[in-house]
């Protein structure tokens, strides 16, 4: 019914992959509303330091890299639709624990587990939407998944934030575990298609199969090297931008302003991506391009010390945050027409392990650049980065052509 017909139109006209959609608002939303709730908790309640905040964003983190792909192994056995109940309620009965918590130590426990719940519905939703999505839709179905999650980064936090002025922050992970309750009844009986059983093979196999497949297929090889060079060059510099505003000598407003002109180009990028990734790796290339040039003129504009009006730092970091989207929204099409649908939850957790593996070293090795060099510098280093990235891959598909 479908076929021939591309867009949010035709995909949101198909029953399974709009209820899909619908119910990532709220799971995509639980993963962030309560974000400010624990930093205030830990912060002006306990009076935690630097120290205690980075164990927090180690426990955000660490289950997708450790846990993620050893659960995928399960999820690739499992019907799809149960695990994205159990995933969703799970991670609500750890964040509904969060209201009884009395100490640090426990809080960041429960952080963790949640995170290692939310390890198993993410390659699931993958999997969900590579099942229930004809090819034709998979680009359009990622620019709508990957805008709904960029924007609950964005309104969570700043809601949550909100929330704090009136309620306690205990009442905050209240409401948070009936937003996952909500995302978990909107799931069951989703009439996601039966995958073929496959042979049970040992452990250790099946967990490399998602490795496997990447060493089989250069195609995948590419998209995820790609990915993991480009995520690593954003955070070279991407908790610097405070320090960049104040270079340009613009505020603490404009550097909210910033964050949230940033999230808003990662909105709209998400859904143009969603319409042009036709061609993923041509959109990957391109956009690295274009991403490196307006990062590296950001960069040297910083390090000549050159007056940038506040509308041109939010323009260009619109453009970048943009630009980010229109990488990740062919990866995720690319993984999914790709890989069988056995093994694809494991693929994807692979791909997400290492790529947030190589991101976490980046901010460490871009705050030592810019206290060596100045925050320019940093920026400067993720763009030519970012720019050799898509012109190596350029000319890697010009030799290609025949």
């Known amino acids: 019914m479908t076929r021939g017909k591309t867009g949010y139109r035709a995909l949101l006209a198909l029953r399974v992959p709009r209820r899909l959609a619908l119910a990532s608002i709220p799971a995509d939303f639980a993963d962030w509303l309560d974000y400010a709730a624990v930093v205030a908790l830990l912060v002006f309640a306990w009076g935690e330091g630097p120290f205690v905040l980075a164990l927090f964003g180690f426990?955000?983190?660490?289950?997708?890299?450790?846990?993620?792909?050893?659960?995928?192994?399960?999820?690739?056995?499992?019907?799809?639709?149960?695990?994205?109940?159990?995933?969703?309620?799970?991670?609500?009965?750890?964040?509904?624990?969060?209201?009884?918590?009395?100490?640090?130590?426990?809080?960041?426990?429960?952080?963790?587990?949640?995170?290692?719940?939310?390890?198993?519905?993410?390659?699931?939703?993958?999997?969900?939407?590579?099942?229930?999505?004809?090819?034709?839709?998979?680009?359009?179905?990622?620019?709508?998944?990957?805008?709904?999650?960029?924007?609950?980064?964005?309104?969570?936090?700043?809601?949550?934030?909100?929330?704090?002025?009136?309620?306690?922050?205990?009442?905050?992970?209240?409401?948070?575990?009936?937003?996952?309750?909500?995302?978990?009844?909107?799931?069951?009986?989703?009439?996601?298609?039966?995958?073929?059983?496959?042979?049970?093979?040992?452990?250790?196999?099946?967990?490399?199969?998602?490795?496997?497949?990447?060493?089989?297929?250069?195609?995948?090889?590419?998209?995820?090297?790609?990915?993991?060079?480009?995520?690593?060059?954003?955070?070279?510099?991407?908790?610097?931008?405070?320090?960049?505003?104040?270079?340009?000598?613009?505020?603490?407003?404009?550097?909210?302003v910033g964050i949230a002109a940033s999230g808003a180009g990662g909105l709209i990028g998400a859904l143009v991506a969603g319409r042009l990734a036709s061609h993923p790796i041509a959109c990957m290339t391109w956009s690295a391009v274009f991403s490196g040039c307006v990062t590296i003129a950001i960069a040297l504009a910083a390090m000549a010390h050159i007056g940038v009006p506040a509308w041109l730092y939010f323009l260009a970091l619109g453009l970048m945050g943009g630009s980010t989207a229109f990488m990740l929204v062919p990866y995720r099409t690319i993984v999914q027409a790709e890989t069988p649908p056995d093994r694809i939850a494991r693929v994807f957790a692979t791909g997400e392990a290492l790529i947030t593996a190589v991101m976490l070293s980046a901010p460490f090795i871009g705050s030592v650049i810019a206290t060596a060099y100045g925050t320019g510098a940093a920026f400067l280093s993720g763009g030519a980065l970012v720019l050799l990235l898509g012109l190596v891959t350029a000319a890697t598909m010009l030799r290609r052509l025949p």
């Open 59 to 256: 426990a955000l983190t660490l289950p997708y890299i450790a846990i993620g792909p050893l659960l995928a192994v399960y999820i690739d056995r499992t019907p799809l639709g149960r695990v994205l109940v159990l995933s969703n309620l799970g991670r609500g009965l750890t964040t509904l624990a969060l209201v009884f918590a009395s100490n640090t130590p426990l809080v960041l426990l429960l952080v963790f587990v949640r995170s290692s719940v939310d390890s198993a519905f993410t390659p699931a939703r993958q999997a969900a939407i590579q099942a229930s999505t004809p090819p034709e839709l998979l680009a359009s179905a990622n620019g709508l998944h990957q805008a709904i999650n960029q924007t609950s980064k964005i309104a969570g936090p700043a809601l949550g934030g909100l929330l704090l002025a009136f309620i306690p922050a205990q009442s905050v992970f209240g409401l948070n575990a009936v937003l996952s309750l909500v995302a978990a009844l909107s799931l069951i009986r989703l009439n996601l298609p039966q995958r073929e059983a496959r042979a049970p093979s040992d452990l250790r196999t099946e967990i490399t199969a998602g490795v496997a497949e990447f060493r089989r297929n250069r195609r995948l090889l590419l998209a995820l090297v790609f990915s993991a060079v480009a995520y690593f060059a954003f955070f070279l510099y991407d908790a610097l931008i405070a320090l960049l505003a104040a270079d340009f000598g613009l505020g603490a407003t404009a550097f909210g």
